[in-house]
């Protein structure tokens, strides 16, 4: 089984400043195709999680360009460049390359 | 539109079983595989059962294998997850979701306690 490590588990951070999330997994995320299966989700109070961010990178319809995926290998990062309100929330990783089983991070939990 | 919605979840004694169902909606359920994904109250996500487009394949997280049992039907676009056996580290809420991860419906919640 992939292991998924967040870090920290928790971000205090700053409207309008920048914020960074690092996951890193067990093993390698590349796959025998060359993509990389890591996902980046996020979950405001209350509410069901949402994805972000796809094959390491990409990112997902209505998702502002503040929030970006990078990394490689085993070593991951969510940056968001300037930290607005409705950001507030829980961001996981969750790597699809090696299943089963299919494995997320901790969480992150991003607060004021 | 993509559309999931779970229901089925209740309170359920230790040992218990319930089956939990995903109406879905907006999109050709017979070529996708599916999965469930729970979250125990104020924790993080776990995956927990996968089934392809087909249904002739299932896979189970280690906790739940041999006790809970993915099936689907295509013709009705319906997901299900038996659970048998269960336990309060079962407690928690039930998502179905496709295998692009898009997009979560609201969860069906299930509560195991004596």
């Known amino acids: 089984e992939v292991v998924m490590t967040q870090s920290p588990l928790s971000l205090p951070v700053t409207l309008g400043q920048p914020a960074s999330i690092s996951c890193r997994s067990s093993?390698?995320?590349?796959?025998?195709?060359?993509?990389?299966?890591l996902n980046w989700f996020q979950q405001r109070p209350g509410q069901s999680p949402r994805r972000l961010i796809y094959k390491l990178f990409k990112r997902d319809s209505g998702v502002p360009d503040r929030f970006s995926g990078s990394g490689s290998g085993t070593n991951f990062t969510l940056r968001i460049s300037r930290v607005e309100a409705e950001d507030i929330g829980i961001y996981y990783c969750?790597?699809?390359?090696?299943?089963?089983?299919?494995?997320f991070g901790q969480g992150t939990r991003l607060e004021i | 539109e993509v559309q999931l919605l779970e229901s089925g979840g209740d309170f359920v004694q230790p040992g218990g079983s319930l089956r939990l169902s995903c109406a879905t909606s907006?999109?050709?359920?017979?070529?996708?595989?599916m999965n469930w994904v729970r979250q125990a109250p104020g924790k993080g996500l776990q995956w927990v059962s996968g089934?392809?487009?087909?249904?002739?394949?299932?896979y189970y997280a280690d906790s739940v294998k041999g006790r809970f049992t993915i099936s689907r039907d295509n013709s009705k676009n319906l997901l299900y997850l038996q659970m048998d056996s269960l336990r309060g580290e079962d407690t928690g809420k039930y998502y179905c979701i496709r295998e692009s991860w898009v997009p979560w419906g609201q969860g069906t919640l299930v509560i195991v306690s004596s």
């Open positions: 907006g999109f050709t359920f017979s070529t996708t595989a």
């Open positions: 089934i392809t487009n087909s249904g002739d394949k299932t």
């Open positions: 093993q390698s995320l590349i796959h025998t195709d060359g993509g990389t299966y």
């Open positions: 969750m790597q699809g390359t090696h299943w089963p089983p299919i494995t």
